[in-house]
């Protein structure tokens, strides 16, 4: 079973071995959303052994798993959205490296998650949120919880630390709060130094300044998403987390300053992919 590949399809990850329905799910309703087809991808591992006759019988049990999988995923996907084109797609290759490359041209790519420690993601052949994270050419989403919908004003959780990426995570926050009629709560963390004598809440100018700055002209072109600015003490990925306990997401850049910077999947995303209880979306910098 294979597919084709438009531009601008919401890719979902699909792992036979794994719980792959609450991805699927996700991606149904994101496709709707934004009026997308949605394509649903199997890698198959290459092959690998010497003994030719053996690796290939190996393979092919493989690639029927994949078809008897995206059969099933195809189906809950058009339960969940009748109105959605699904596109099955099994590609040979590795897990990571596909998705990588089924990015390329696509709205979104979506993963499920089992919110592995440190050690266990760098162990595990099977995790795929870290690496697709950081090389992905288009916003990851890691579902690893259903949303949160229990709140009477749903909202979108997005970082701010004042650079290029958190720029363009404010504008993904935006569009996608106005695809899904909910409003964004702008979050910045601020630590204190290590000897400071000033009370919890101080205002923090320097803070509300920089949300101001970075939510400045969203208001006018999403005018019907409500925005709230938010400063909270503690690192980003402890304000964060926390201030994603009943969201419908939390969005951050995949690069930036400060809690955002150094490797392309900083501390502050690799913090948020293991402690979120909502799904984490990360959206590439320019």
Do not use: K
């Amino acid at each position: 079973m294979t597919g084709t590949t438009d531009p601008r399809d919401i890719v979902v990850g699909v792992d036979p071995v794994r719980n792959w329905r609450l991805a699927v799910a996700w991606g149904a309703d994101e496709a709707r959303h934004r009026g997308r087809r949605l394509r649903l991808v199997v890698a198959v591992p290459p092959r690998q052994s010497t003994r030719r006759a053996a690796e290939d019988l190996r393979h092919t049990a493989r690639t029927r798993a994949a078809d008897d999988t995206l059969r099933q995923a195809v189906d809950l996907a058009r339960a969940r959205q009748p109105e959605v084109d699904s596109a099955p797609l099994v590609a040979d290759g590795p897990a990571a490296a596909v998705l990588v490359e089924q990015s390329r041209g696509a709205e979104m790519v979506v993963l499920g998650s089992r919110h592995l420690g440190g050690i266990e993601e760098f162990l595990s052949a099977g995790s795929l949120a870290v690496p697709v994270t950081a090389q992905a050419q288009c916003p990851v989403a890691v579902v690893g919880e259903a949303e949160h919908t229990t709140q009477e004003s749903p909202y979108l959780v997005v970082g701010v630390d004042g650079s290029a990426t958190s720029r363009a995570a404010v504008e993904f926050a935006f569009e996608e709060a106005d695809l899904r009629g909910c409003l964004v709560r702008a979050v910045a963390a601020w630590q204190p130094p290590a000897f400071s004598r000033e009370p919890g809440d101080t205002l923090f100018p320097a803070e509300r300044r920089l949300l101001a700055e970075a939510t400045s002209g969203l208001s006018e072109r999403y005018p019907d998403v409500p925005v709230h600015h938010d400063v909270q003490i503690g690192s980003p990925v402890e304000v964060l987390a926390r201030a994603g306990e009943h969201a419908l997401a939390v969005v951050v850049g995949r690069r930036g300053r400060g809690g955002y910077s150094g490797m392309r999947v900083g501390s502050v995303v690799r913090g948020l992919l293991h402690r979120a209880t909502c799904p984490v979306i990360t959206v590439p910098g320019g």
